[in-house]
């Protein structure tokens, strides 16, 4: 395990293109904050050899597909619960292949660029609403 952890370490390392905590990839994941971070962080203390200076991801930015899922659709009852599978129904993707590697990575990448997409459509009419709305009066 050690070998491939270490090779997995070395290729994410690629793309921190500033060599930093800041410049490092943000992880992007189903459930991440829960539980993958755990486990990756607990990897890097028992198999990397420079522990406290390995940096795999963004220490401040990560997408976790839950929490996305969670902010859209809340206050709907469009999902019983937001596990990958439910979202997979949900914007039509196939479920046959659920929960093979592959097809969960394939799949998280869709949803999350698309709920991006989305969040920055919003953004777009909202925010420019957003400027001094505490200090404006409500119309009536």
Not at 75 to 102: C, E, Q
């Amino acid at each position: 395990i050690d070998i491939v952890f270490n090779e997995f370490v070395n290729f994410v390392n690629k793309y921190n293109t500033e060599s930093s905590k800041w410049g490092a990839p943000i992880c992007v994941g189903q459930n991440i904050i829960r539980y993958d971070n755990f486990i990756t962080r607990n990897m890097v203390k028992r198999f990397c050899k420079k522990k406290e200076k390995t940096i795999l991801f963004n220490e401040i930015h990560q997408i976790d597909l839950m929490n996305l899922a969670y902010y859209w659709f809340h206050n709907t009852d469009d999902l019983s619960s937001y596990s990958l599978v439910n979202l997979r129904k949900y914007f039509g993707l196939d479920t046959s292949k659920a929960h093979t590697a592959i097809n969960d990575v394939e799949h998280t990448a869709q949803i999350v660029m698309r709920l991006l997409k989305f969040t920055r459509e919003l953004a777009t009419t909202y925010v420019p609403r957003m400027r001094n709305v505490f200090t404006q009066k409500e119309s009536k």
